[in-house]
């Protein structure tokens, strides 16, 4: 019992730091602004996961008429967020 409690406590410390590397944040709580961002994965012609030049990596939704059809993983791109979804981006 103490070893298997001495494991869950070794592994839980050296889990921790990975855990708190994956700072990814939700879309909505992101300020209305223009951002350049670096495209991880396209999940879907409405959906992007991207990394912000602050490390924060998000999912991003694009508003109705809007598509990331011509989106690729890794393309850098510049792009307007308001209330947590995309009106408007270019891919640069």
Same mark, same amino acid.
């Given at each position: 019992?103490?070893?298997?409690?001495?494991?869950? *406590?070794?592994?839980? *410390?050296?889990?921790?730091?990975?855990?708190?590397?994956?700072?990814?944040? =939700?879309?909505?709580?992101?300020? =209305?602004?223009?951002?350049?961002?670096?495209?991880?994965?396209?999940?879907?012609? *409405?959906?992007?996961?991207?990394?912000?030049?602050?490390?924060?990596?998000?999912?991003? *939704?694009?508003?109705?008429?809007?598509?990331?059809?011509?989106?690729?993983?890794?393309?850098?791109?510049?792009?307007?967020?308001?209330?947590?979804?995309?009106?408007?981006?270019?891919?640069?």
């Amino acid at each position: 019992m103490r070893n298997a409690l001495a494991i869950t *406590a070794l592994l839980a *410390a050296t889990l921790a730091p990975i855990a708190a590397l994956a700072n990814t944040v =939700d879309a909505s709580l992101i300020p =209305d602004g223009t951002y350049t961002v670096k495209v991880e994965k396209v999940q879907d012609n *409405a959906h992007i996961t991207v990394k912000m030049d602050n490390g924060i990596e998000t999912t991003l *939704a694009a508003r109705p008429g809007v598509s990331f059809g011509k989106v690729k993983s890794n393309d850098t791109v510049k792009l307007s967020v308001v209330g947590g979804k995309v009106p408007v981006y270019i891919v640069e």
